[in-house]
């Protein structure tokens, strides 16, 4: 028989059935949906929490610290070897000095870092007034180092001048009495009452003098290329370190999680298993002199096998993919009920469910392949039918 007409018959025997049919594609969906929400609410904590740590830029950088002998410093030197490597797209140094801020009558000392602007971003600051943004006349200043100045109303100090005297570093990089006074306007204010610091543009400190740099920002072009960048640097003798490390590590425990989560769904899945195994053992004994007279018109015991195997496959594919589709549904109410709550109370609205694309195709297969399982003993007990016992049977 052509592979049409095998699923033909199949579609029919399932059809003239719908009530049995329904009830145990439903067993199906059943399993695969409680799968699909258990499973896409861990993918969504997963990416949720990836990106409360980094965001995806993030996760391309590598941060490089001075070696422990004295020769390896951060220097225009190293960043020229570093910029050669084939995986590098940018490097960025970052320096750091003593300085005092004086705003009115008030003053303090705080700790200025230099970097460049295109990678103030990677520095996982928590904002709490005004813009990410430095420049030459701009900087973000720690709301530790403005309470030390006596201000209380953070907000208000966004746009406002302040002076800053950096001390100037001698031919040796070390830091010298001679100070340089540099005016500029704050435009952000980052969420830290322990430590006083403030960012600027890496120009403002590189003219005080040569000095070794603080730490090297290295951003590959590719995330998976991020661990080839190390090794490189290290094989220098310099240490190195990258969030990726916790993001390896998040995704160590949730996939742990999502294994758990997933068995849950599947006790549910193998009890719809035994349902369609039921189903075709039942479907068997109704349909002995129907596959009788099949044989004796000349249908061949693999045809007879065929028919009860695509029915098992048939109901396997329907169940995963109503499944995926009403594991989806439930996710994404669930999804908005709980957002719902969180902006009405004074929260912020995340997505807490997702379903990538190759889990989905994943358990659709995985319920097409379990059904088809189900149903193969049915299937060669039907096609070892002998004829005229089939006929006899009533």
Known sequence: MRFIDIFRMAFGNLKRNKMRTTLTVAGVVVGIGAIVFLVS??????????????????????????????????????????????????????LTNPASISIDDSFSDLLVRGIRPEFIMFEELSLSEGAMEIDDSKMIISSAALSSLNIENNAGVIDQEVTVELYKRDGKGEITQNKTNKVFTISGIVTDDKVKFAYVHFDNLKILGDAPYYELKVKAAERNQVETVRRSIESMGYPTTSIKDTVDQIDQAF?????????????????????????????????????????????????????????????????????????????????????????????????????????????IAFSFVVSTVAGIWPARRAAKLNPLEALRYE
């Open 41 to 94: 609410l861990g993918f969504g904590l997963q990416d949720l929490m990836i990106r409360k740590v980094a965001n995806l830029e993030a996760l391309t950088l590598v941060t490089v610290r001075p070696g422990n002998e004295k020769e390896q410093l951060l220097n225009d030197e190293l960043i020229d070897k570093l910029e050669s490597l084939g995986e590098v797209v940018n490097v960025s140094p970052v």
């Open 255 to 363: 996939m742990i999680i999502k294994s758990v989560l997933g068995a849950f769904g599947m006790i549910a899945l193998f009890v719809a298993a035994i349902g369609i195994f039921n189903t075709m053992t039942i479907s068997l004994l109704e349909r002995t002199h129907e596959i009788g007279v099949m044989k004796a018109i000349g249908g061949r015991n693999k045809d007879v096998s065929r028919i009860f195997s695509t029915e098992a496959a048939i109901i396997g594919l329907l169940g995963g993919l109503f499944g995926v589709g009403s594991g989806w549904i439930l996710g994404m109410a669930l999804n908005g009920l709980v957002n719902f709550i969180a902006v009405s109370v004074g929260g912020e609205a995340n997505d807490y469910f997702s379903l990538p694309i190759d889990f989905v195709l994943i358990v």
